[in-house]
């Protein structure tokens, strides 16, 4: 079935770095446009990173431009999200997700990744 | 940037009630907006697309409207499983960016 699993969370000290990636499967990836979209404790949700399908255009949200690098392997159907200059605001559980082109909404996420930044 | 003003930010309601969820855009998104149900610990899920397109899958008591700046959710009857928080999120055509209301928990009265 269509799915999305997310991996690469965990602790990290201000300033470190993490890679997460979202593994893709039971549908044709490289169609699919994806985006990255966190939850901060308590809060609502933030969009972070768009990528199209073929990765070469990249949308960052301002509160991570510069910091985060969103790249896909379409080979092995594969996403990831760099993140570096880590923060304690950073501290979310963080999604992937698939883009329906066609209405630019998101119709599949993945169970999602903890990210807990912290010294 | 748009900004994206949800109310209410909690709901109390009862089995069977109608309910109705509002996001106001801070400058016209034609009808691109969406409407995610999120219950706690669990990923969003797709209820609502382009204003007013149901998901598939998705139970028909869920309905959406409006266009340009102002839009709603509509449970037409408020059933157990939809106990949860809402979401609602617009796409911006020219400043390409995706941003999210800030939910509406709705509650058991």
Known sequence: QVQLLESGGGFVKPGGSLRLSCAASGFT????????????PG?????????????????????VKGRFTS?????????YLQMNSLRAEDTAVYYCAREDTYVVAFDVWGQGTTVIVSS | DIQMTQS?????ASV????????????SISSWLAWYQQKPGKA???LIYKASSLESGVPSRFSGSGS???????????????????YC???????????????????IK
Request: proline share 4%.
């Open chain 1, 29 to 40: 990836f490289s169609d699919y446009y994806m985006s990255w979209i966190r939850q901060a």
């Open chain 1, 43 to 63: 809060k609502g949700l933030e969009w972070l990173s768009y990528i199209s399908n073929t990765g070469n255009i990249i949308f960052y949200a301002d509160s």
């Open chain 1, 71 to 79: 790249s896909r392997d379409n080979a092995k159907n594969a996403l």
């Open chain 2, 8 to 12: 209410p930010s909690t709901l109390s």
């Open chain 2, 16 to 27: 069977g009630d109608r309910v109705t969820i509002t996001c106001r855009a801070s400058q």
């Open chain 2, 44 to 46: 969003p899920k797709l």
């Open chain 2, 68 to 86: 340009g700046t102002e839009f709603t959710l509509t449970i037409s009857s408020l059933q157990p499983d939809d106990f949860a928080t809402y």
């Open chain 2, 89 to 107: 999120q617009q796409y911006n055509i020219y400043s390409p960016s995706w941003t999210f209301g800030q939910g509406t928990k709705v509650e």
